[in-house]
């Protein structure tokens, strides 16, 4: 193995960019000088070997073709926010969670467990928003962000004892805002119930969630109950589904607000 690897990085307008690195520096290094050269979002691609992505976390020397001490990698555009669509299944039980004609679906198959908090799968760190259809609901459901990975696990009433969710509810045994443990249900605050539209807008260094119904904003968190400070752990946004034949659809998604102000 050479001392030095000469990484060559094919960019997007064809240009080349070369860069020399230790054997054993790792790609995401390599990220951040190709960020600062050509002033990109490191988010906003990502890195090819062949038709392999290269994990941030692999040492330079582990990328298939550096034996001579050279190697080739190519640039490519990636929109981070196209995992706003996909539902976060795979660590549930009772649930369905597909894509059918274009539509993110999430339909609760089970009374076991007695519900599900099903994340999206993408890790928010920018304004964004989704726009959920509430396609049928036989008792509770919540729309809401989080930064602790384990309210994924939590079903039925231990939801009630969270201090680490922002959501809005279907009004059942959950208030209609329950932010931070706090129980709100303001009179000015509509609940939810099937057919409507429901959008959550997040916002980490604002430390802002805002909630809309039909095209129409209900209620934000700011000032009393602000989110965390942003920090490294990501944002998520989730949905609960508690009865069996629960279904959601994921109408739209996108950077921003949901609507024009």
């Given amino acids: 193995m050479a001392d030095k690897i000469i990484v060559t990085v094919c960019c997007l307008d064809g240009h080349e960019l070369a860069k020399e690195m230790q054997p054993s520096d790792a790609v995401g290094m390599l990220r951040q000088h190709i960020s600062a050269e050509l002033t990109l979002d490191p988010r906003?691609?990502?890195?090819?070997?062949?038709?392999?992505?290269?994990?941030?976390?692999i040492p330079i020397q582990n990328v298939a073709g550096c034996d001579d001490g050279r190697i080739c990698i190519q640039?490519?555009?990636?929109?981070?926010?196209?995992?706003?669509?996909?539902?976060?299944?795979?660590?549930?039980?009772?649930?369905?969670?597909?894509?059918?004609?274009?539509?993110?679906?999430?339909?609760?198959?089970?009374?076991?467990?007695?519900?599900?908090?099903?994340?999206l799968r993408h890790q928010i760190r920018e304004p964004c928003f989704v726009e959920f259809h509430v396609v049928r609901s036989g008792d509770e459901m919540s729309f809401g962000v989080t930064y602790d990975a384990q309210v994924e696990g939590l079903s039925g009433f231990f939801n009630l004892g969270a201090k680490s969710t922002w959501i809005y509810s279907k009004r059942a045994s959950m208030s209609t805002l329950f932010f931070a443990g706090a129980k709100l249900s303001p009179e000015d605050v509509p609940s939810f119930v099937q057919g409507d539209r429901?959008?959550?807008?997040?916002?980490?260094?604002?430390?802002?969630?805002?909630?809309?119904?039909?095209?129409?904003?209900?209620?934000?968190?700011?000032?009393?109950?602000?989110?965390?400070v942003a920090g490294e752990r990501p944002l998520r946004m989730y949905a609960m589904v508690d009865q069996t034949m629960d279904e959601i659809s994921l109408i739209r998604f996108g950077p921003g607000l949901p609507y024009e102000v």
């Fill in 44 to 57: 906003s691609f990502r890195l090819l070997s062949g038709s392999s992505m290269l994990p941030d976390g």
């Fill in 75 to 119: 640039l490519i555009k990636f929109d981070p926010l196209l995992d706003l669509g996909i539902w976060e299944k795979s660590n549930h039980k009772g649930i369905n969670g597909d894509q059918v004609e274009n539509l993110a679906l999430l339909v609760k198959t089970s009374n076991s467990p007695d519900s599900n908090n099903v994340f």
């Fill in 198 to 228: 429901i959008a959550v807008y997040a916002d980490p260094e604002a430390r802002e969630v805002r909630f809309y119904k039909n095209g129409e904003f209900v209620a934000s968190n700011i000032p009393e109950h602000p989110l965390p």
